[in-house]
Structure formats: structure tokens, C-alpha cells
């Protein structure tokens, strides 16, 4: 059987879905739900499921940054979004971090169970190339597909939201299908992949997830540079482990975050050094050194003169 997590802040949608839908017709079952983003990372790096039904937005976690997190850690788990958004730009930014769906809410069950269906044919698809390589196959979960790389990316993704569903079937209509999220518009990387697993739909969505989560992080740094922020400090803000970020980090720029923390600082204190009235110890600290010696050393690393040099040339 697949496993299912479903993640949503609304109790009757992750009711509904989890009673209302065939999901045994499809060999899964719900083995973990959650009510917000946190929880649902907590969730999904216990049980490791193979695939997830998320909301996009949900309190405490934008709900990219989630994906995004969980496809730099989970690169073959397969997602699909449920969502009361309507905007295109939103839906592509999803699409490329490798979303196998994309639903807009309320929908029927023609429509959840087509994603539903599509996700389990990625697997099983998956599980057909790992006995080829490996006999006796592997373990179904997530992080242990021998073949790897069936994001199931959509191609694209229109509006057009299904009609809901009344009665008591109305508490699984949680999500409508966009027209480029049917099956003959979606992609599917292990259909068209080598034994090996390569693939390059799964290569870029976690590509772009990098890069994503890149972007957060170090607008968080420059948000808050001044403060003793730290890599764990700032792996939590934006969902992943310490490991995590700083192999993104060192991937996407080259640095380390000391460095880039860093660079952020001295390019600050360039600023402040234009104000002749302000002492080079109290641009330090402004910046957020608590030694002006530790400040004095990194700044003519950088810069290739003292601070007081730069700020003579400058004023």
C-alpha cells in the first residue's frame, strides 16, 4: 500500500478526504494528516509518505516554502496541491517546484481521484524500474524509491475550478482540476526515463526548490543582520535542517553562510561609513559584530583596505 499524508487547515476537508475518497481502490491509505505546515513537515519526515494532498495556504508556513522544503529533502515524494487561489503566476511558481497536480477548490471526485490515480501510476511505474535494476524490489516509501525521479510535473495550469459537491460527498469536493492538469497535459518523468532513474523533470523541480529556498534565507539574513543570527536559526525559518542549507548555500553561491552573513554585514557598514559623525566602533556593532577587531579583520578582507581607509576615500 502507498502512504498518504494530507495537509490542510480546514478539519472538514482532511475529514472528508480522508472517509470519502476510495483510497483502497488505488492501494493507499491516509497514514498521517495535519492542520498547518509545521505540522505537516513534522508529519511527512516521520512516516516518509509516498505521496501528499497539501493546501497551499495554511497559518504559520507559506505554503511554497513547504514544497520547496519538502522537495529538497523528498526530490521523488509526490504532491498534489489543493487550493482556493486563483492566480496563474502562483499556480506556475507551484508547477515548477514539481507539483504532480495542481486542484483548485471545490472540485468533484472525478477529479480528485484522477490525481489520485495519476500519482499511483507514477509509483507503480517507479516500482516496475527498481525490479528491473534490483530483484526483490525496495521499499515503498518516499525515500527509499530505487528509481527515482517521477515528479509528475503538470505542464500547466488554467482555471477552471469543478462544480462542488453537496450532500455528505460535498466534504471531499475540496479541490477543482486545472484543465492543464488533466492527464494528457501532465509530463511523467519515469515513463520516459532511462533504468537509471535520471530524469530531468525531478532534477529541475528540485533545482528550483534550491533556489527558492536560497532566496528566503537570504532575505531573512539581510532582515536581520544585525542580530546574532545563526545557519540553525535560519535553516528553522525556512523549514530545513542546518545540512540542508548549507549545502544550498554553498550550491547556489559558492559561500558559506558565515561568508555570505558576512558580506551582507560589511556592505551595510559601507553605507554607514559615509556618515563621518559615526565611530568605526559603533558601525560594528550597528552591523551586528560584537568585536570591532573581528569587524576590522573581515572588512579588509573583503574590501582590501581598513575601514577608516575606505571611509577617508569615501568622504
Not at 505537516?40 to 501528499?52: F, S, V
Not at 477529479?111 to 511505474?125: G, K, V
Not at 557598514?269 to 558601525?283: M, T, W
Request: charged content about 25%.
Amino acid at each position: 500500500m502507498y502512504k498518504v499524508a494530507i495537509i490542510d487547515d480546514e478539519p472538514i476537508i482532511v475529514e472528508g478526504l480522508s472517509r470519502v475518497v476510495p483510497w483502497e481502490k488505488y492501494h493507499c491509505q491516509v497514514a498521517g494528516t495535519a492542520g498547518n505546515g509545521q505540522e505537516g513537515l513534522k508529519i511527512i519526515r516521520e512516516i516518509r509518505p509516498d505521496m501528499i494532498f497539501s493546501d497551499i495556504s495554511m497559518p504559520g508556513m507559506d505554503g511554497l516554502t513547504m514544497i520547496a522544503a519538502l522537495r529538497v529533502e523528498f526530490p521523488d515524494m509526490l504532491i498534489t496541491i489543493l487550493t482556493g487561489f486563483r492566480d496563474f503566476d502562483f499556480a506556475q511558481k507551484a508547477i515548477r517546484l514539481g507539483v504532480s497536480r495542481f486542484l483548485l477548490k471545490p472540485s468533484n471526485m472525478d477529479e480528485i481521484e484522477e490525481a489520485l490515480a495519476f500519482m499511483t501510476e507514477s509509483l507503480d511505474r517507479r516500482k516496475a524500474g527498481a525490479g528491473v535494476n534490483a530483484a526483490g524490489g525496495g521499499n515503498e516509501g518516499a525515500s527509499g524509491s530505487a528509481v527515482a525521479g517521477d515528479t509528475g510535473t503538470a505542464g500547466s495550469a488554467s482555471t477552471s475550478g469543478g462544480a462542488g459537491m453537496s450532500g455528505a460527498s460535498g466534504a471531499a469536493g475540496v479541490a477543482g482540476s486545472a484543465n492543464g492538469a488533466s492527464a494528457g497535459g501532465a509530463q511523467s518523468g519515469a515513463g520516459e526515463s532511462s533504468d537509471t532513474g535520471d530524469s530531468g523533470d525531478s532534477g529541475d523541480s528540485e533545482k528550483t526548490a534550491g533556489s527558492f529556498l536560497v532566496k528566503n534565507a537570504l532575505r531573512y539574513m539581510e532582515e536581520h543582520y544585525r542580530e546574532r543570527i545563526t545557519l540553525a536559526e535560519v535553516a528553522d525559518k525556512i523549514y530545513v535542517s542546518q545540512w540542508h542549507l548549507s549545502k544550498l548555500l554553498n550550491r547556489h553561491t559558492g559561500n558559506s553562510f558565515s561568508e555570505l552573513l558576512n558580506h551582507i554585514r560589511i556592505e551595510k557598514a559601507k553605507e554607514l561609513l559615509k556618515d563621518p559623525s559615526k565611530r568605526i566602533g559603533d558601525v560594528s556593532e550597528d552591523v551586528g559584530f560584537l568585536d570591532v577587531a573581528h569587524f576590522s579583520r573581515v572588512f579588509k578582507k573583503q574590501e582590501g583596505i581598513s575601514a577608516n581607509e575606505y571611509r577617508n576615500k569615501r568622504i
